[in-house]
């Protein structure tokens, strides 16, 4: 037996509810230093954030509104339905994105170093740990969720009651998965530490092979047999497992339907709306009862999944890929060799991110899914083209988010490591084209293959694929050049979080100034086919400009217009970004 | 007040730390010393609790840090190799933060806040956010920190890294005061010449074994050789066969 000292009379253990008001100290002085140093040094960013933030939620209303008003038309149960199947969706996007996020925060954090080596219970850690990742994983759901149930209850015209429950009825559901995701993840790390990947994977997989089957089955009926009612029941039959009474998204629709149901009397009015509460408390205690379960797993496993995941070995590369990378540097003229051995080591640092690869895997993967999809419909001609642009778009504004998250910041994180190339014989100018390079050969590669996809899956001309390819080349150039130009004129060489600079200010005009271009470029090619088709259709006979704009001529000039903008777009910034980078002192 | 009870640690097949048993009194200033790979950082996280035993006891006061590591923490400051902060909060708040960690009083804290303030000269930049800081500024409000609620133990891990020549001079001065007080300093450094000029006992790992514990004066006797550096006394110590192949610790440093 080994006697123990006592502590210094100025210490003690904290009781919980001390520890708690701690962290809520901690917690209250971070988001007021945040919101202070957004409101000094990031303006720019916090309004435009605001401003898109108002414009989405406006749309979003307005499309929710006017579904919700023809849904209501063809049969009662089918916003009931529609409600189960979005929330269970949700239910279990939210499981997925908490553990993922109490993940970095729990065991990959300084943060949690910190906080394992103070006197503080496993408990309180997790706490504090998951209020803020729930914070980051629900406010989506909270963006996306409350224009679709302000359009529900406008449409219902429910009383005040339901707008007043709206609220607590989205953050006791959100707890529920968040909570389940979270002690997945603290029980993975503790007892299946070397196996969580796997195990992550294969849940994964499972629910998103559930979702694509559920997709691929209504899609398919809607092609087959059209909105009959044949079709309603047999996709009831379908989405019964998200209407099963356990689940928490079955509580949360019936409460807001029950919330939302305007009674022929008072007596009905009321008889809702206790009905509603007895769901908002089933919510409530339900959360409050996995959050014990959480609590007490924390106190269980955490310090021994930390232990667990810190004490993690190595895994050896990937011969195959380290083969594929000698190819790519040997082959071309040794003249070129600075610029493929720069191209080589990005190429590596992306495929060891998981954070970047996995990003653009899920997000490509899902446009596939979508533009794969596309061929069950039936459209017109013109719908098809319509369709066809808008994909173009969408390609165009999923690689600006990767071009600034990833790219932009490329030229600020060789920061700490630019004595290493500066000593290194080669050119500065060869790193900034080996960063567009790289860029733009990542970007063109799946970008052109998912645009063909899509155009092949719309049955569109081939005249049409061409001018989209040609749309498809010069987007990631322009979006490549203003990235890595922007990058290199406005580097921020001590900072190491490419998050924290993809979200400055230059990586906000970076997002900007490629939103615009993507938005011309679409624009201009788009309309001698819509536009000006339409207006030459409605102009008297005879010489109209119109007709001269919806032909052929038109078409090349607005092609000829596109690739000259594009042109300028690439270079203007990647001049400007290499004479920048030739003057900067490091 | 520092006790290693047949300690080991594995990292798959490989020992990091292999049956460790060592036993740190009050007072002493003992500096763990080793090349890289040598296991010192797996014994600094074992021994504040970020990494468990795979078998045998740690204790700090006496309290088992794997059964009680509240209790021991309580007793326990912590200079970790890098420095650990929130950005977005100054440094006088993260001071506040520890401080009520310890559920220190406020009059007492107010009055330890401003003697570490003075003591790592910080009042320049305390009130600035941490995210600003330069690494030996990190440093030196870690140290405050660390040494804020007048901790029996204190664990360094290269503590002067980032630190320039005035703060090093500072930070020793301050330990020895401290050991002085009876505060019991664990080290691991890389720097002999700190360890030789600093330390009351010297310990030297090898490939998770503890080849050496004693004085400096008692290594050189060992060793038996007469007027030769530590620095060639530590590398006869320390020399081995290359390693072996195999899978090496992610986290492993030191």
Redesign the interface.
């Known amino acids: 037996m ?4 006592p ?2 009379g ?5 009781a919980p509810d ?2 708690a008001r ?1 962290f809520l ?2 917690r209250t ?2 988001v007021w ?2 919101v202070r ?1 957004m409101c000094q040094h990031a303006r720019l960013r916090l309004s435009l954030v605001t401003l898109l933030s108002a414009v989405f939620w406006a749309s979003l209303y307005g499309i929710f509104y006017e579904a919700f008003t023809f849904v209501d038309s063809l049969h009662a149960d089918v916003i009931s339905l529609l409600f189960n199947a979005f929330f269970a969706s949700l239910m279990v996007m939210l499981v997925f994105s908490n553990g993922i996020l109490t993940y970095g925060s729990m065991y990959t954090s ?2 949690a ?2 906080l ?6 496993s408990e309180s850690i997790f706490g504090h740990m998951f209020r803020e990742s729930l914070w980051f994983s629900s406010w989506g759901f909270v963006l996306l969720g409350s224009p679709m149930l302000v359009a529900y209850g406008v449409i219902r015209e429910a009383s005040w009651t339901y707008y007043v429950l709206l609220l607590p009825f989205m953050i006791s559901f959100v707890v529920i998965p968040a909570t389940v995701g979270s002690i997945c993840c603290v029980a993975m790390a503790a007892w299946l530490p070397r196996m969580r990947m796997y195990a992550f994977v294969i849940l994964l997989a499972a629910c998103g092979s559930t979702a694509i089957w559920l997709g691929w089955s209504l899609i398919r009926s809607v092609g087959t047999e059209g909105l009959t009612a044949t079709w309603l029941e047999k996709t009831i039959s379908n989405l019964a497992l998200t209407e099963h009474k356990l689940l928490p998204s079955w509580w949360l629709s019936s409460g807001l339907i029950e919330a939302a149901r305007k009674g022929s009397d008072a007596a009905n009015a009321w008889a809702s709306l206790l009905d509603s509460l007895k769901f908002l408390a089933l919510l409530v205690s339900n959360g409050l009862l996995v959050q014990v379960v959480g609590l007490w797993m924390a106190r269980v496993a955490y ?2 999944g ?2 667990e995941v ?7 590369r990937n011969r195959p890929l380290s083969r594929f990378d000698d190819f790519l540097m040997n082959i071309g003229s040794r003249r070129r060799r600075p610029v493929r051995l720069l191209l080589v080591k990005d190429l590596r640092v992306f495929r060891r991110d998981i954070a970047q690869w996995s990003q653009v895997a899920i997000f490509f993967g899902l446009l596939a899914l979508y533009f794969l999809n596309l061929s069950h419909f039936n459209y017109n001609m013109t719908y098809r083209s319509l369709i066809g642009f808008l994909n173009l778009a969408v390609v165009g504004l999923i690689l600006s988010t990767f071009t600034t998250r990833f790219v932009f910041p490329m030229i600020s994180l060789e920061g700490r490591r630019f004595w290493i190339l500066g000593l290194l014989p080669v050119h500065r100018d060869q790193i900034v084209w080996s960063k567009f390079l790289f860029s733009f050969i990542g970007g063109v590669v799946p970008c052109s293959l998912l645009l063909l996809m899509s155009d092949l899956m719309l049955d569109i001309s081939m005249s049409l694929i061409v001018i989209h390819e040609i749309c498809c080349l010069i987007l990631c150039m322009g979006l490549s050049g203003i990235a890595v130009g922007l990058g290199a004129m406005m580097p921020d060489l001590q900072e190491t979080s490419p998050a924290k600079i993809a979200s400055g200010f230059g990586g906000t005009l970076s997002l900007v100034v490629s939103s615009l271009f993507i938005i011309f470029t679409v624009t201009v090619v788009a309309l001698p086919i819509h536009v000006f088709t339409t207006l030459a259709a409605m102009a008297p006979p005879g010489l109209s400009p119109f007709r001269w704009a919806a032909g052929p001529w038109g078409m090349a000039t607005a092609v000829g217009v596109v690739v000259a903008v594009g042109l300028l777009v690439t270079f203007i910034p990647l001049v400007l970004g290499l004479r920048a980078f030739r003057q900067l002192e490091a | ?1 520092i ?1 290693f009870d047949h300690v080991s ?1 594995s ?2 097949s ?1 020992r990091a730390v292999d049956d460790l048993s060592l036993a740190v009194l009050r007072g002493e200033l003992f500096a763990l010393l080793g090349p890289n790979g040598a296991g010192k950082t797996t014994t600094i ?1 074992m021994l ?5 035993a795979s078998h045998g006891a740690i ?1 700090v ?3 088992d840090m794997s059964r009680s ?3 021991a ?4 400051g ?1 200079v ?1 190799d ?1 420095p ?3 950005d ?3 440094g006088r ?1 993260f001071l506040w ?2 401080a ?6 406020r009059h ?1 804290t107010q009055r ?1 806040i401003a003697d570490e303030i003075e003591h790592f000269e910080l009042f320049e930049f305390v009130d600035d ?1 941490t995210e600003r800081y330069s690494l030996g500024m990190k440093q030196r409000l870690v140290f405050a920190a660390a040494l804020l ?4 133990v204190l664990v360094l891990d290269e503590p002067m890294v980032g630190l320039d020549p005035r703060s090093v001079r500072i930070v020793k001065d301050l330990l020895h005061e401290k050991t002085r007080q009876g505060m019991t300093i664990f080290m691991s450094t890389h720097t002999l010449a700190m360890a030789e000029e600093m330390a009351d006992r010297i310990g030297v790992m090898v490939r998770g074994h503890l080849r050496f514990l004693g004085t400096v004066g008692e290594l050189r006797e060992q060793m038996a050789i007469e007027n030769t550096s530590l620095e060639q006394l530590y590398l006869q110590l320390t020399a081995v066969l290359p390693e072996s192949e195999g ?5 492993e440093r030191g």
């Open positions: 080994v006697a123990s000292f502590a210094s100025d210490t003690q253990l904290l001390a520890e701690v100290r901690l002085t971070l230093q945040t140093w300084t943060q170093k910190l394992l080596t103070l006197p503080a219970r310090r021994l930390y232990s810190t004490g993690e070995v190595s895994v050896r | 007040m006790e640690r990292y798959g490989k996280k504040v609790g970020l990494l468990r204790r006061c006496g309290h590591p509240r209790e923490h309580l007793h326990l912590y970790p890098e650990c902060l929130y977005k909060l100054t708040e933060f520890i009520d960690m310890f559920g220190m009083p007492v330890r956010l609620h007048d901790p029996s899978s090496s610790p992610a986290h």
